[in-house]
Each structure stands twice: as C-alpha cells, then as structure tokens.
C-alpha cells in the first residue's frame, strides 16, 4: 500500500467509526426509553439555556450507553493519539501513516524463527553456519541499538542465507518494529516505478525502503541493471538509511568483489564499511541444499 492510501484508509476507518457511532446512537435514541428522555430533557434544558443541567443530561445518556456496553461504539477512541487519525501532525506526516503502508504490503516472505535452523544440514560447515545464527541473534537482540549497521550474507544458492534473513526480519518485527523484506527484483521494480513517475504518488515507491526499521534485500545480483537506476538507487538506499542509523540486511550469491564491480566503488565501500558492517561469505559446496518446508 502506498503513502497515499494508507492515509485514505485512516481518514475513511475513522469517518466509518463516527457513522457507525452515529448510527447506533440514533437507534438508541428510538429504542432505549432512559436514553430517549434524557434527550427530551436535554433539549428542554437546551431552550432555557441551563448549560449546568444540560451538561448533567449528557453526563447520564453516556453512563446509560456506558451500562449498555455501547461507550467504545459511540465513543470511538482514536486508533492514532498522535494525529488523531487525521494522519498528519502539523503538515508532517504521521508515524502512523508509514507504519501502515508498510505493514500492509512487504510481509509476503516467509516467516521462520531461528530455533527451526538445523545447522548439522550444513556439514563440515555446521560451526560456521551456528556462529553466524548466533552473531546475527544478538544483533537482533540488540536491535535497534545493534552497531553493525549493514548485514551481508554471501554465498552459493542453498547455504541458508534467505533463511537466515527471514529469522532476523521475524524476530525484528515480532519486537513491533517495521520490517520490508524484498528480492532485488522487486527493489529494482520500485526504482523503476520511482524513476519514471512524475506525480504526487512517486515518493511512495522508494519510501518504505527508506524508512522502515529494517530492510532486507534477498538476492542481490539476480535484478536487472537498469542505466541510471539500479546502481544509483541501490547507493541512495543504501547510503540514505546509514545516515539514519537504519539497519539493511542484504543476502547476495556474489563475492565481496563482484558487488563491487556490479554496483562500483562507491557503493561497496560504503556497504561495507569496516565499522559499521558485517558480512559473512559462505562458501560450502553448491549441492548441500538446505531443506525448509
Ligand atoms: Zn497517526
């Protein structure tokens, strides 16, 4: 969901709840005779300006309504304190409006937690595979107060890299943080689209990228390189959310050099900057798949 819906959504979930309690306040109005006197008597008081006696009448229809286990109904609270479900504070954009967006449409990947992981499936690698996991629990633990910043995952197809990175994207967001997790290709379709649109709804593509709590890009090198895309979308990411002191998990089957010369210099050297990344080749032999059902 973009930007733009997930604030129509807000708005609409909120003038939904006002109808609705309009709707049963009018039928209680009709049908519950305390109800239906106190509003007589409401008025009466309304035309002789007696504001004390008028105020008292509403005191008692929302204790009656409160009796009647309707109060949340005809009363709904704000979903969001913040922006009072108006979806902006000041002309900012609420909190509430991004967690939304995002919550509402990345959670396609497959959930695993990290006590399913059988590290024997990886053989004379077992210990290497188990230190990683353990390293990457901690992060997780941490998080968001982790120092490593940037997590790189390398190596062949079937060493349990995506596996990896869906336990860290679980056990991140079982915390109540905002997760997007998302192939390359699917960053790159984004780029694309950011790329190419020219009206208010182009911030929304790029957007939960930027500003979600942890981003994990799985398969990095399978995209399509797109001139003055990929690369330089790939480095904005990047770079954009180290400024921020977000953390970006990338799983990738090429070596530190190939991304290096793939999305150039620039971007390596920001990607694994030695104080702020961890990055982990796994180099066990193509065959040894790991099964997860
Ligand atoms: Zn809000």
């Keep these: 969901m973009d930007y733009k819906k997930a604030i129509r959504q807000i708005i609409d979930n909120r003038k939904?709840?006002?109808d609705r309690a309009y709707d049963v306040y009018q039928t209680l109005s009709l049908s519950d005779s305390k109800i239906s006197e106190l509003n007589r008597e409401k008025r009466a008081y309304a035309v002789k300006g007696d504001n004390e006696s008028y105020d008292r009448c509403e005191e008692q229809i929302k204790a009656r309504i409160k009796e009647l286990?309707?109060?949340?109904?005809?009363?709904?609270?704000?979903?969001?304190?913040?922006?009072k479900d108006s979806a902006f504070v000041g002309k900012k954009l609420c909190s509430c409006v991004k967690k939304?967006?995002?919550?509402?449409?990345?959670?396609?990947?497959?959930?695993?937690?990290?006590e399913e992981s059988d590290p024997n499936t990886f053989g004379e690698n077992a210990e290497l595979y188990l230190k990683t996991q353990n390293n990457l629990l901690s992060l997780c633990n941490r998080f968001p107060y982790n120092k490593m910043k940037n997590v790189v995952l390398m190596g062949k197809p079937g060493t349990g890299k995506t596996f990896l990175a869906s336990c860290v994207a679980n056990a991140i967001m079982q915390r109540g943080f905002s997760v997007?997790?998302?192939t390359a290709f699917e960053a790159v379709e984004r780029m694309l689209k950011?790329?190419?649109?020219?009206?208010?709804?182009?911030?929304?593509?790029?957007?939960?990228?930027?500003?979600?709590?942890?981003?994990?890009?799985?398969?990095?090198?399978?995209?399509?390189?797109?001139?003055n895309v990929t690369v330089e979308y790939f480095f904005h990411i990047v770079n954009e959310r180290m400024l921020s002191g977000k953390t970006t998990l990338i799983?990738?089957?090429?070596t530190i050099n190939e991304i290096g010369v793939r999305y150039g210099e620039r971007t390596a050297s920001r990607l694994f900057d030695k104080k702020l990344c961890y990055a982990k080749e796994f180099n066990f032999a193509d065959g040894r798949k790991m099964e997860i059902k």
């Design 16 to 18: 939904n709840a006002l």
């Design 69 to 83: 286990g309707l109060y949340a109904t005809v009363y709904p609270p704000y979903s969001c304190p913040l922006c």
């Design 100 to 114: 939304l967006a995002i919550e509402s449409e990345e959670l396609t990947f497959n959930l695993h937690s990290f």
């Design 180 to 182: 997007v997790f998302l």
């Design 194 to 227: 950011y790329h190419t649109t020219f009206n208010e709804s182009k911030s929304s593509y790029l957007a939960p990228l930027l500003d979600c709590d942890l981003l994990v890009i799985d398969d990095l090198g399978s995209e399509s390189m797109f001139k």
């Design 251 to 254: 799983t990738s089957n090429l």
